[in-house]
């Protein structure tokens, strides 16, 4: 690759960088202009207000790619963490008798999970023995 063509080619990230700014910015600044002052007496945003708004959420919220402090995990390594668990949890199983897999099941299906769940898998065994 020359000299040329590298020159060219970051000339066109910087021009094409510098308008998702613009646009963002005026897209943010008549969100803003549209909503907020109608809905809750708000102030009306200039547009460099709102390139400051952009820049202010980016640095509290991590937005548009990645994020700070985040872990990014893609789709293999996440099925071979995964994978990983289940091979664990198979050998621990492995070296319990029946009785003591039937009880860790229970006991993983009474903590683990949403409270939904934990009160779906809860309610069979209550509706088992009817009241007299």
């Known amino acids: 690759m020359n000299t040329n063509s590298r020159l060219l080619r970051g000339l066109k990230i910087a021009f094409f960088g510098a308008l998702f700014v613009v646009v963002a910015g005026f897209v943010t600044m008549s969100l803003w202009n549209w909503l907020v002052p109608e809905l809750f007496h708000g102030p009306v945003l200039s547009f460099w207000q709102a390139l400051g708004l952009l820049a ?49 099941r229970e006991k993983m299906r009474a903590s ?13 065994t209550a509706s088992a023995h009817p009241a007299d």
């Not at 548009?64 to 994978?83: I, L």
């Not at 990983?84 to 199983?93: A, D, F, I, P």
């Open 56 to 104: 202010l959420s980016r640095l509290l919220l991590g937005g548009f790619r990645g994020g700070t402090g985040r872990h990014r995990w893609g789709r293999a390594k996440w099925n071979q963490h995964q994978a990983e668990w289940k091979q664990k949890m198979e050998s621990r199983l492995a070296g319990m008798t029946p009785e003591e897999q039937e009880k860790f």
């Open 112 to 124: 683990c999970g949403p409270a939904w769940m934990r009160r779906a898998a809860e309610t069979p």
